[in-house]
């Protein structure tokens, strides 16, 4: 969202509603409010998230508000709107069928479809039975809310087949322009990055990366240092887990928690690994992982929408002894390294660089603003 922003800016007369969980994250998003045609902020958004009994999935409910419901009026009456766009799923509430304008979604994820396989490694029968209860209340959500939408972004045309197997009527509504980065942001460093090391990169506020890193770090791991004493792994992102939790093999683990700049880390260490078991949408931190070429160790599931050849952007393992074994084999050689890092930088920069994705974004908001001004012709020539 952030970098998308960034490139809409020069290009249109931007309106941001922003949500925000602190009062201080205001000084983060202040390019905006200098950059933006305005910038509007909601802190804690007190939703409705324990209504018992409710048909509504926990994450919509969490974001239904009253004052943000109104604030989105407002902005689009007083600022002459064309075009809403809404992020995520839980957003998709907002939706209104508009005459005149635009309104789209942002499917980060699938969200059904992310609960849906993370019920399989859920071991509590009492998180499970929640899990399943969350899963048939998301199903039923979504699949009803979608259909409204003008348009509906996905992050990859294997989230868009998926999407279409059980909603149809979406075909030719759906959008691949949204999972991008900004490339030029990322500085490519192939060669001379310290020896043996690994990084894990993730907001653990995030279920599927906690899910990850604990399996990764308990069978994973033993296996890499077994091979390779002198490896470490480095933790990088908001919200870690306490060390405590985590196996104890010394050293080996850094917990570096939150950092300014994600391009530092990715710029640093030797193997980018993304162990991810589930969730849906399209893992960004690997666009990242490879613009700025680190070379990468993925399970299947975590490098969805981007690859599922082994060794064509990125090393492709799901057990831990195929995972460990492409770790320990690109430690071992450098040039390997080089070559995978190399293909995956050149194809992100070809097929998922945000100036590219964003002018094929403002197309589609075209498109929708000119179908909705020719039907009224359309009835009114039918009439006579």
């Given at each position: 969202?952030?970098?998308?922003?960034?490139?809409?800016?020069?290009?249109?007369?931007?309106?941001?509603?922003?949500?925000?969980?602190?009062?201080?994250?205001?000084?983060?998003?202040?390019?905006?409010?200098?950059?933006?045609?305005?910038?509007?902020?909601?802190?804690?958004?007190?939703?409705?998230?324990?209504?018992?009994?409710?048909?509504?999935?926990?994450?919509?409910?969490?974001?239904?508000?009253?004052?943000?419901?109104?604030?989105?009026?407002?902005?689009?009456?007083?600022?002459?709107?064309?075009?809403?766009?809404?992020?995520?799923?839980?957003?998709?509430?907002?939706?209104?069928?508009?005459?005149?304008?635009?309104?789209?979604?942002?499917?980060?994820?699938?969200?059904?479809?992310?609960?849906?396989?993370?019920?399989?490694?859920?071991?509590?029968?009492?998180?499970?039975?929640?899990?399943?209860?969350?899963?048939?209340?998301?199903?039923?959500?979504?699949?009803?809310?979608?259909?409204?939408?003008?348009?509906?972004?996905?992050?990859?045309?294997?989230?868009?087949?998926?999407?279409?197997?059980?909603?149809?009527s979406l075909a030719g509504k759906l959008d691949d322009n949204r999972a991008g980065i900004q490339t030029a942001r990322y500085e490519f460093k192939p060669n001379g990055r310290e020896p043996?090391?690994?990084?894990?990169?993730?907001?653990?506020r995030h279920l599927p990366n906690l899910e990850a890193l604990d399996w990764f770090t308990r069978k994973v791991l033993p296996r890499v240092l077994q091979r390779s004493p002198e490896a470490?792994?480095?933790?990088?992102?908001?919200?870690?887990?306490?060390?405590?939790?985590?196996?104890?093999?010394?050293?080996?683990?850094?917990?570096?928690?939150?950092?300014?700049?994600?391009?530092?880390?990715?710029?640093?260490?030797?193997?980018?690994?993304?162990?991810?078991?589930?969730?849906?949408?399209?893992?960004?931190?690997?666009?990242?992982?490879?613009?700025?070429?680190?070379?990468?160790?993925?399970?299947?599931?975590?490098?969805?929408?981007?690859?599922?050849?082994?060794?064509?952007?990125?090393?492709?393992?799901?057990?831990?002894?195929?995972?460990?074994?492409?770790?320990?084999?690109?430690?071992?050689?450098?040039?390997?390294?080089?070559?995978?890092?190399?293909?995956?930088?050149?194809?992100?920069?070809?097929?998922?660089?945000?100036?590219?994705?964003?002018?094929?974004?403002?197309?589609?908001?075209?498109?929708?603003?000119?179908?909705?001004?020719?039907?009224?012709?359309?009835?009114?020539?039918?009439?006579?």
């Open positions: 969202m952030y970098q998308t922003a960034r490139e809409l800016m020069p290009l249109c007369s931007l309106h941001l509603v922003i949500l925000l969980d602190h009062d201080w994250e205001q000084w983060d998003h202040a390019e905006f409010a200098q950059s933006a045609a305005s910038a509007e902020y909601l802190v804690r958004l007190e939703g409705k998230p324990k209504e018992f009994g409710s048909i509504l999935p926990y994450a919509v409910r969490e974001f239904a508000n009253a004052d943000l419901d109104w604030l989105l009026h407002r902005q689009i009456y007083t600022r002459a709107v064309d075009v809403v766009q809404l992020e995520y799923t839980a957003l998709g509430q907002y939706h209104w069928d508009f005459h005149r304008i635009a309104c789209l979604l942002f499917e980060h994820d699938v969200y059904f479809q992310s609960i849906g396989r993370g019920l399989a490694g859920t071991r509590s029968l009492i998180r499970k039975t929640k899990a399943t209860f969350e899963y048939l209340r998301a199903l039923r959500y979504e699949l009803k809310i979608l259909s409204k939408f003008d348009r509906v972004q996905v992050c990859s045309s294997e989230n868009g087949n998926y999407l279409l197997s059980f909603i149809p043996h090391t690994m990084l894990f990169l993730g907001s653990f470490r792994l480095i933790i990088v992102g908001a919200d870690p887990p306490p060390k405590h939790s985590l196996p104890d093999f010394g050293e080996a683990i850094e917990l570096r928690g939150f950092v300014e700049d994600v391009r530092e880390p990715l710029s640093r260490y030797a193997v980018f690994v993304c162990p991810i078991l589930s969730g849906s949408g399209m893992r960004v931190k690997l666009l990242e992982a490879f613009a700025a070429g680190i070379p990468v160790v993925s399970t299947k599931l975590g490098a969805e929408g981007l690859t599922d050849k082994d060794g064509e952007l990125c090393a492709l393992a799901d057990s831990p002894d195929e995972f460990s074994d492409k770790i320990v084999e690109l430690f071992a050689n450098p040039g390997k390294a080089s070559q995978l890092a190399t293909r995956a930088r050149e194809r992100v920069v070809a097929t998922r660089d945000m100036r590219i994705l964003t002018r094929k974004l403002l197309e589609s908001y075209r498109t929708v603003l000119q179908s909705k001004a020719i039907k009224p012709q359309m009835n009114a020539d039918k009439r006579g």
